[in-house]
């Protein structure tokens, strides 16, 4: 930690390969994989053997003839017309796979697919919010994998390619990225305001890359991982096995006092949901890991189906770290993002993985995700805000609760509920044993509101409520001092105004002023845990900031 509050990047990542220049012209179009159509439509191709198959199948498990009289005179019918079903589903496949083009070019990322109904996508690279690679288990076997780009205000994912060889969707994710984040163009095609010559990168930066040419992959460097015990004891302890318990013990009870051996069918439907759900969590959160690189954040998981998000700095809108009370005597803490596209997803169970930052981790876990999400905290004491965020009371890290005059409104959690802000992201808590922090960087406050009921009237209190994009994270300061409430309505205002005007341009490398390459900064790490990550294309050093902040005071 600087003493300016600053969190330190570790060593300079080492440079990349070499991109390979004879590579595929820019803005060519271009096909998937001719293995695609087949990897989607492997139902299909199982729906029409099962089909015909499930007689032979049926009657071999019951013991009878494989094949009844008078098959061989239907078998002429059967063969054929099961060739001409699985003729036209192999053709459907190939035409599905030719009329399927992709192109980089522009600026945009395009999409054209369809036989009879034809359909354009298209997606503005620095409008991309994060890319996943996803590959599910058939995928993994021939070496393939979907490339999904989620962008602003889309309703679902904008653009997927499916599927690309492994490397290839690594190379176009690089390739995208860096034009995204505006580092082709700035540094291949030409200067760009703010950065002078000798704060770009050299030939052998990550961030290097000629233009027109695919970029390479940026180098990272690992965070933290999840183990699979501690993955498992949080789903044990999670919220749905205490509910499962409880109603587990209500059954055994009622069935001894009515003599009633009913009640135990309704725990079978239960049962199944959690297994369900505990099948889903450890799927999805098996081998978790972090890591950064100059492009953004990186996170894979996955124990069948694999997936990898790369999410940009700057990209995350809002955070939340909640705390079940079961997770509390461990120490453990569940980290939460809104990102656009991902709140919007059609599939609320994909949705709901794909939005967590961290699945379980502990504090020094939280803090090193955190100096990833939030770079410059915005405080000279980040370890003492945050960790009065998540386990302080009362007026600890400089938080306002709400006033004792409404302690009836929360008997447990008025000296919790409370706000606090510093230069550049609001943080507030809530919760006594279902304990949250939610923090939303200034520049992401699209716009607030004061409700005030009839009951909150008489004891003066009213909620704000800060809007950001769809998604689990709802930033809402419940119970405030109606003057603290206003005050901090005005001044939030005057923030995210004053930090939106700074931010200049969507591609989060031009908003670099002193230097665009990771730094080698002595670290003095958060509450003695080692905190490694890099300097993030878009984080600001400590003297803007000072800079910055004396303009918010004028403003203010």
Same mark, same amino acid.
């Given at each position: 930690?600087?003493?300016?509050?600053?969190?330190?990047?570790?060593?300079?990542?080492?440079?990349?390969?070499?991109?390979?220049?004879?590579?595929?012209?820019?803005?060519?179009?271009?096909?998937?994989?001719?293995?695609?159509?087949?990897?989607?439509?492997?139902?299909?191709?199982?729906?029409?053997?099962?089909?015909?198959?499930?007689?032979?199948?049926?009657?071999?498990?019951?013991?009878?003839?494989?094949?009844?009289?008078?098959?061989?005179?239907?078998?002429?019918?059967?063969?054929?017309?099961?060739?001409?079903?699985?003729?036209?589903?192999?053709?459907?496949?190939?035409?599905?796979?030719?009329?399927?083009?992709?192109?980089?070019?522009?600026?945009?990322?395009?999409?054209?697919?369809?036989?009879?109904?034809?359909?354009?996508?298209?997606?503005?690279?620095?409008?991309?919010?994060?890319?996943?690679?996803?590959?599910?288990?058939?995928?993994?076997?021939?070496?393939?994998?979907?490339?999904?780009?989620?962008?602003?205000?889309?309703?679902?994912?904008?653009?997927?390619?499916?599927?690309?060889?492994?490397?290839?969707?690594?190379?176009?994710?690089?390739?995208?990225?860096?034009?995204?984040?505006?580092?082709?163009?700035?540094?291949?095609?030409?200067?760009?305001?703010?950065?002078?010559?000798?704060?770009?990168?050299?030939?052998?930066?990550?961030?290097?890359?000629?233009?027109?040419?695919?970029?390479?992959?940026?180098?990272?460097?690992?965070?933290?991982?999840?183990?699979?015990?501690?993955?498992?004891?949080?789903?044990?302890?999670?919220?749905?096995?205490?509910?499962?318990?409880?109603?587990?013990?209500?059954?055994?009870?009622?069935?001894?006092?009515?003599?009633?051996?009913?009640?135990?069918?309704?725990?079978?439907?239960?049962?199944?949901?959690?297994?369900?759900?505990?099948?889903?969590?450890?799927?999805?959160?098996?081998?978790?890991?972090?890591?950064?690189?100059?492009?953004?954040?990186?996170?894979?998981?996955?124990?069948?189906?694999?997936?990898?998000?790369?999410? =940009?700095?700057? &990209?995350? %809108?809002?955070?939340?770290?909640? *705390?079940? @009370? #079961?997770? +509390?005597? $461990?120490?453990?803490?569940?980290?939460?993002?809104?990102?656009?596209?991902?709140?919007?997803?059609?599939?609320?169970?994909?949705?709901?993985?794909?939005?967590?930052?961290?699945?379980?981790?502990?504090?020094?876990?939280?803090?090193?995700?955190?100096?990833?999400?939030?770079?410059?905290?915005?405080?000279?004491?980040?370890?003492?805000?945050?960790?009065?965020?998540?386990?302080?009371?009362?007026?600890?890290?400089?938080?306002?609760?709400?006033?004792?005059?409404?302690?009836?409104?929360?008997?447990?959690?008025?000296?919790?509920?409370?706000?606090?802000?510093?230069?550049?992201?609001?943080?507030?808590?809530?919760?006594?044993?279902?304990?949250?922090?939610?923090?939303? =960087?200034?520049? &992401?406050? %699209?716009?607030?509101?004061?409700? *005030?009921? @009839? #009951?909150? +009237?008489? $004891?003066?209190?009213?909620?704000?409520?800060?809007?950001?994009?769809?998604?689990?994270?709802?930033?809402?300061?419940?119970?405030?001092?109606?003057?603290?409430?206003?005050?901090?309505?005005?001044?939030?205002?005057?923030?995210?105004?004053?930090?939106?005007?700074?931010?200049?341009?969507?591609?989060?490398?031009?908003?670099?002023?002193?230097?665009?390459?990771?730094?080698?900064?002595?670290?003095?790490?958060?509450?003695?845990?080692?905190?490694?990550?890099?300097?993030?294309?878009?984080?600001?050093?400590?003297?803007?900031?000072?800079?910055?902040?004396?303009?918010?005071?004028?403003?203010?």
């Amino acid at each position: 930690m600087t003493t300016d509050g600053q969190l330190p990047g570790p060593p300079s990542l080492p440079p990349p390969a070499v991109p390979d220049t004879t590579a595929t012209p820019d803005g060519e179009w271009l096909r998937v994989h001719p293995a695609s159509p087949f990897v989607r439509g492997w139902v299909a191709l199982a729906a029409i053997a099962f089909f015909f198959g499930r007689d032979l199948f049926e009657r071999t498990l019951q013991g009878q003839p494989v094949f009844e009289d008078g098959f061989a005179r239907r078998a002429p019918w059967l063969l054929g017309g099961g060739a001409a079903v699985l003729a036209v589903a192999v053709l459907g496949f190939i035409l599905t796979w030719y009329f399927t083009k992709y192109q980089v070019s522009g600026g945009y990322v395009r999409v054209n697919s369809g036989l009879l109904f034809r359909q354009h996508r298209q997606a503005r690279l620095d409008r991309v919010q994060a890319i996943d690679i996803v590959q599910p288990l058939l995928a993994r076997i021939f070496g393939l994998a979907e490339l999904k780009f989620e962008v602003a205000d889309a309703g679902e994912s904008a653009v997927r390619l499916a599927y690309l060889r492994i490397d290839d969707a690594r190379q176009l994710r690089a390739t995208i990225l860096a034009r995204a984040s505006g580092a082709e163009a700035s540094f291949g095609g030409g200067p760009v305001a703010g950065i002078d010559a000798a704060a770009r990168p050299g030939p052998g930066s990550p961030l290097a890359a000629p233009f027109g040419a695919p970029a390479p992959e940026a180098p990272e460097i690992q965070v933290l991982s999840v183990p699979p015990s501690r993955l498992i004891g949080s789903l044990l302890l999670s919220e749905q096995s205490f509910f499962i318990v409880v109603g587990g013990f209500a059954s055994v009870v009622l069935s001894a006092l009515t003599d009633n051996r009913a009640f135990y069918f309704y725990l079978v439907p239960a049962a199944l949901g959690l297994a369900a759900s505990y099948w889903n969590f450890f799927n999805k959160g098996y081998n978790f890991t972090a890591a950064v690189s100059p492009d953004g954040i990186r996170l894979r998981y996955g124990l069948l189906d694999t997936q990898a998000q790369t999410l =940009p700095p700057g &990209r995350i %809108q809002a955070v939340k770290i909640a *705390q079940p @009370p #079961l997770w +509390r005597p $461990f120490g453990w803490y569940r980290m939460q993002v809104n990102v656009a596209g991902y709140g919007t997803s059609g599939n609320a169970v994909e949705g709901n993985t794909r939005t967590i930052l961290l699945p379980v981790g502990k504090f020094t876990d939280v803090m090193a995700m955190l100096s990833l999400v939030l770079p410059d905290p915005g405080t000279d004491r980040p370890d003492t805000v945050f960790a009065a965020g998540l386990g302080g009371r009362d007026s600890d890290g400089g938080f306002t609760t709400t006033p004792r005059r409404a302690r009836l409104l929360a008997p447990l959690a008025w000296r919790r509920n409370g706000f606090a802000a510093t230069d550049t992201a609001l943080l507030i808590r809530s919760g006594r044993w279902w304990r949250e922090l939610v923090l939303v =960087p200034h520049q &992401r406050t %699209q716009s607030l509101a004061l409700h *005030q009921g @009839p #009951l909150a +009237r008489r $004891f003066r209190v009213a909620d704000l409520v800060l809007h950001t994009t769809a998604g689990p994270v709802v930033p809402r300061l419940t119970q405030a001092g109606l003057d603290e409430a206003r005050q901090l309505f005005d001044e939030q205002s005057a923030r995210a105004r004053l930090a939106r005007k700074r931010q200049t341009t969507e591609q989060w490398l031009r908003q670099v002023v002193p230097a665009v390459e990771p730094l080698q900064v002595p670290a003095r790490p958060l509450s003695g845990a080692h905190v490694p990550g890099v300097r993030l294309p878009g984080t600001a050093a400590s003297e803007p900031r000072t800079h910055h902040q004396q303009e918010g005071q004028q403003h203010g």
